[in-house]
């Protein structure tokens, strides 16, 4: 079992910037693929960003492209999410989550590959 907090939400104008951070602990961390999806009030959850297991690979959906950054340290069980030039459309619920499959080769970006999810944090950008 892998257990997932997530942290460092808030409201922020736009242009401004957030962190996010995602906690695990259970399983070991490091065999896990990692992404944080977001969800708007409507709208389907869709994935943000992606790292592999390895975090030498990573995917970033078109649109936050050059303003958000995903990371993570092994050693310390954690992945983050960098997110700066924020925008109102940025707002949603954000889902750090775990891939089902440890070890995997590629970056899975549909939200059924991710069978661990933490609870959510919002982010409120306001224009």
């Known amino acids: 079992q892998v257990q997932l907090v997530e942290s460092g939400g808030g409201l922020v104008q736009a242009g401004g910037s957030l962190r996010l951070s995602c906690a695990s602990s259970g399983r070991t961390f490091s065999v896990y693929g990692m992404a944080w999806f977001r969800q708007a009030p409507g709208k389907e959850r869709d994935v943000v960003a992606a790292?592999?297991?390895?975090?030498?690979?990573?995917y970033y959906r078109e649109s936050v492209k050059g303003r958000f950054t995903i990371s993570r340290d092994n050693a310390k069980n954690t992945v983050a999410l960098q997110m700066n030039s924020l925008k109102p459309e940025d707002t949603a619920v954000y889902y750090c989550?775990?891939?089902?499959?440890?070890?995997?080769?590629?970056?899975?970006?549909?939200?059924?590959?991710?069978?661990?999810w933490g609870q959510g944090t919002q982010v409120t950008v306001s224009s």
């Open positions: 790292i592999n297991w390895r975090g030498d690979s990573t």
């Open positions: 989550a775990a891939d089902a499959q440890t070890l995997r080769i590629g970056l899975p970006t549909d939200s059924r590959n991710y069978y661990y």
